[in-house]
């Protein structure tokens, strides 16, 4: 017979479970029901992205970059990009542009309405799932008459993007984010009244703002804790100077407020893929300039960051001048998120940990790596 | 009420075709009783199978409609067969038994949650004239004979050896137990009335116009009937208390460990659990089998319990679950005050004679 | 301020501890000695100008003839960002541990232990990470060692 030991016990909650996302370990050391200490264990995905890139081109690097982060896909390949044209200094063509920045939106949109999927079918409610994912659909039909993929899009590139968009993307792109524009209220409205939803996320988990600058936490988590800070209008990159849309902020730091939040960013992406659908110039989407096959960026060393739907994702990219990259150093958003976990989730219980878990919106490649 | 319609109408002149038969044979009155009593359980465990199937294909398609997809669609119109070869498919499942498991324990748990489910059936009002035994104390012995689920829920707990599902019993239990409070006070509500236990009465008392029905009989009607569908949910472990069977949390709580037809007893367990608890409430609150004549009575009964079940599903799909504590303050702290306030409201209503 | 503000401000301040390179090709990149990275840390975290309270990113690098360390920070407060490395030798690297100053570089630290062998001094929790547990073949990001079954092909061009 087992023994039942009354004091503090270890609960795995191990690679293989249906609430943490991904293949993430958590070792609870409970009391009870109550969480005292939680020790994530991490390396389950670990496939050695950053020294495979150090043997590839900078054009092959591309395609394994996609699977840093595949939900976001289009800001893998981006910040990669970023990191080698401020490098090699190359002018990206405007056209080419303002299609990065409808992907990486539309790319935005996607992650978070997987996000409310996922969460509510954590906490319990089956049906949000299906209507996020149902959305989700139709922008993934844009990207796979861009670029022919559904996840991992391989499209931005360096110097520009490597396919123009089909002529009937931006009727296509107006209806599905005007659909997203509206059908948001009612998912919002299926789940923000609703007592067991408010009791499930309300005041729960709360992060506080020191806490979260102190483990580099960025993104969605850190704006609703408070703190105003997005890589978009700190450190502009692309052409978000030139466009108008507001970042969200929420006080409160907790589950509620990490939720709200994400689908506040997501009626601002919409915004600002229209501005940019508008202002869409006609023109090359690629540099003349740069070759695939002769890419070699004088010697340097860059660091881009990028704002993705989970926080800050950076690039270190070092080039000693020769066609590979001598060190592609990725950094991703929930990282930290993961980091941090520890330190403010524990006396809570598990319910508690499920919900703060999903709101944190943790992407274990991310992790990994 | 005049005349009754000829085909397929009454099938109380079953049960009475098959006394006459028996008794005709010249056994003793002992052996009559018996085999008609056996005869009928089997008759009404087979009803009951059946209806079970119906309703976990019922389930899947109306959670498929709600979230906008089809549900089943394969296996016969609409998949209506799709149940019977999932049944064919756990049969052959292997039987995975965890070596550390407590024997005894383990394998008792399904058979005697499987069986209480069962039990209530014997004084349940399927149509006029369709109960197996009209107990005097029916109702009473419904509310004993389904508490006996909870002992199977701590027992699968125990015996799985496993925390998960140790968490998942004794989280379960006493959700159970706290929500057996109100719904044995919302049923006493709507007794005092009545006046009587047997289940027979309170549908007769609910003869005539439907507004004799007793939800219409405001004020104390309608909140018993919905605390009652409250507790009942809790008591079925439907979401938006399925802590106990929470995947997200637990990986499905108590019966983590079961696998092949054990774990098919759990699950039709609860469908069978969710069709007691509506058949209860129409009993009470909507008339049990009284309804105009052109249709027979049974299938008055059949449709307004489905209904409920509609309705206990319809929670499922739209509600996200309840935290264990909440879940607990909310029986405790809510439901039971409101539930013996309602009680005392139609006590007096009772002594001063002021309903109709 | 700017960025060439702030790398002149930088050089000023700092008794001269971080010395501006020029390899950097986007933030203001500045090398740091190891015996001075926990003074200039701290230094950076207090001033009242820069505030440098974000730990962005710590990555160790394998140049073919020596370790780097490269610390990103940056400024909430203040939106400034700054890049700072230091080198060290192959035998021996070993680095203080800056987590009392930023704790985001706990795990940053701890995987850089474990790809590279640079040791990390003061660290709480030194143990595998991305890595099986009972992984000992080496460390893997170093330039000089290759996974059992690599093969490298010819280069071309």
Redesign the interface.
């Known amino acids: 017979m087992a023994e039942l030991r009354t004091q503090e016990f270890i609960v795995n909650m191990g690679p293989h479970h249906p609430a943490t996302h991904g293949v993430c370990r958590l070792m609870l050391t409970m009391n009870g029901e109550k969480i005292v200490k939680i020790e994530p264990v991490?390396?389950y995905l670990?496939r050695?992205i950053?020294?495979i890139c150090?043997?590839r081109t900078y054009a092959q690097c591309i395609p394994i970059l996609d699977r840093f982060e595949y939900v976001t896909s289009m800001s893998c390949n981006y910040v990669f990009s970023l990191a080698a044209e401020?490098?090699a200094?190359i002018e990206v063509p405007q056209r080419a542009e303002y299609l990065r920045v409808i992907m990486l939106e539309l790319n935005r949109i996607a992650s978070h309405l997987l996000f409310y999927g996922v969460t509510a079918m954590d906490i319990g409610a089956y049906t949000p799932f299906l209507y996020g994912l149902r959305e989700r659909e139709s922008i993934i039909d844009l990207f796979e008459m861009t670029c022919g993929q559904r996840l991992t899009y391989n499209y931005i590139r360096v110097g520009g993007v490597s396919n123009d968009i089909p002529k009937e993307f931006v009727p296509k792109c107006r209806e599905a984010i005007k659909i997203i524009g509206e059908k948001l209220s009612d998912y919002t409205g299926l789940l923000n009244e609703n007592p067991i939803w408010i009791e499930r996320t309300k005041g729960i988990a709360v992060l506080p703002a020191d806490l979260a600058?102190?483990?580099?936490v960025s993104g969605p988590v850190l704006r609703a804790s408070g703190?105003q800070?997005d890589i978009r209008r700190?450190?502009p990159y692309c052409i978000y100077d030139r466009l108008d849309f507001e970042i969200p902020v929420r006080h409160n730091g907790d589950c509620f407020d990490r939720y709200m939040l994400r689908i506040d960013e997501i009626r601002q992406s919409i915004r600002i893929i229209s501005q940019a659908l508008d202002g869409l110039p006609e023109g090359e989407i690629r540099n003349k300039k740069v070759k695939d096959a002769t890419f070699k960026p004088p010697?340097?060393?860059?660091?881009?960051?990028i704002e993705n739907s989970r926080g800050?994702m950076?690039i270190?990219l070092?080039s000693?001048g020769s066609k590979k990259p001598?060190?592609v150093?990725t950094?991703g958003g929930s990282?930290?998120q993961l980091?941090v976990l520890p330190h403010y989730g524990t006396n809570m219980l598990i319910a508690d940990l499920v919900a703060n878990f999903a709101t944190l919106d943790v992407i274990m490649p991310e992790v990994?790596? | 009420m005049t005349g009754k319609p000829v085909l397929l109408a009454e099938l109380h002149g079953l049960f009475q075709w098959l006394h006459e038969k028996l008794q005709a044979t010249g056994l003793s009155q002992t052996w009559v009783d018996i085999i008609t009593y056996a005869t009928l359980g089997v008759i009404i465990f087979g009803v009951l199978s059946l209806i079970a199937l119906y309703l976990i294909w019922w389930e899947r398609k109306i959670s498929a409609h709600v979230q906008q997809r089809f549900g089943p669609m394969r296996h016969g119109w609409h998949g209506w067969y799709q149940t019977v070869m999932d049944a064919l498919k756990l049969l052959q499942k292997e039987d995975i038994r965890i070596v550390t498991r407590d024997k005894v324990v383990f394998f008792w748990a399904p058979v005697i949650c499987f069986v209480a489910a069962f039990l209530a059936y014997v004084v349940m009002p399927f149509g006029d004239r369709l109960i197996v035994a009209d107990l005097n104390i029916g109702i009473l012995y419904i509310m004993a004979v389904t508490t006996f689920t909870i002992i199977s829920l701590l027992m699968a707990g125990w015996g799985s050896n496993n925390k998960y599902a140790l968490l998942g019993g004794m989280r379960s239990a006493a959700q159970v137990v706290s929500y057996e409070v109100p719904m044995v006070a919302s049923i006493l509500t709507i007794i005092i009335f009545v006046g009587s236990l047997s289940m027979m009465d309170i549908v007769k008392a609910q003869s005539g116009l439907i507004f004799n029905w007793y939800i219409f009989r405001i004020p104390f009607g309608p909140i018993a009937f919905l605390t009652y569908i409250v507790a009942a949910t809790a008591e079925c472990n439907r979401t938006p208390f399925d802590i106990p069977e929470a995947e997200q949390e637990l990986v499905s709580g108590y019966n983590v460990e079961y696998s092949g037809m054990k774990f098919a007893m759990f699950f039709l367990a609860e469908f069978v659990n969710m069709f007691t608890v509506s058949a209860i409430a129409v009993t009470l609150f909507f008339g049990g089998w009284n309804g105009w004549d052109f249709i027979p009575s049974w299938i008055w009964f059949l449709m307004k319990t489905l209904g409920i079940v509609l309705l206990m599903m319809l929670f499922r799909w739209t509600y996200p679950r309840l935290r264990v504590d909440q879940l607990m303050e909310f029986a405790w702290k809510f439901l039971v005050p409101v539930t013996f306030a309602n009680l005392i409201v139609a006590g007096i209503f009772k002594y001063f004679g002021w309903y109709w | 301020m700017t960025k060439e503000e702030l790398a002149a401000y930088v050089t000023e301040n700092f008794d001269g501890k971080l010395k501006p390179l020029d390899?950097?090709?986007?933030?203001p990149?500045f090398q740091v000695e190891a015996d001075d990275l926990l003074d200039v840390a701290r230094a950076l975290k207090e001033d009242e100008n820069l505030k440098f309270?974000?730990?962005?990113?710590i990555?160790g690098?394998?140049?073919k003839e020596r370790f780097e360390v490269?610390y990103?920070v940056a400024s909430?407060s203040k939106?400034l960002?700054l890049?700072f490395k230091l080198t060290l030798p192959y035998d021996n690297a070993e680095v203080e541990s800056v987590q009392e100053i930023?704790?985001?570089a706990?795990?940053y630290e701890r995987e850089m232990w474990e790809l590279y062998g640079i040791n990390v001094l003061n660290h709480d929790n030194l143990k595998?990470?991305?890595?099986?547990d009972d992984w000992d073949q080496g460390h893997?990001?170093r330039?000089d060692w290759d996974a059992p079954d690599f093969v490298?092909l010819p280069e071309g061009d």
């Not at chain 1, 600058?213 to 580099?216: E, H, P, R």
């Not at chain 3, 595998?128 to 099986?132: A, E």
């Open positions: 991490i390396g670990h050695a950053e020294k150090e043997n401020r490098l200094e600058i102190a483990y580099g703190v800070y700190n450190d010697a340097g060393e860059a660091y881009a960051r800050e950076g270190y070092i000693d001598l060190r150093k950094r990282y930290n980091q990994d790596r | 390899s950097g090709r986007y933030d990149l309270d974000y730990l962005c990113n990555c690098v394998d140049t490269v990103n909430v939106n960002r890049d930023w704790p985001a706990n795990w595998r990470f991305l890595l099986p893997p990001l330039k490298r």
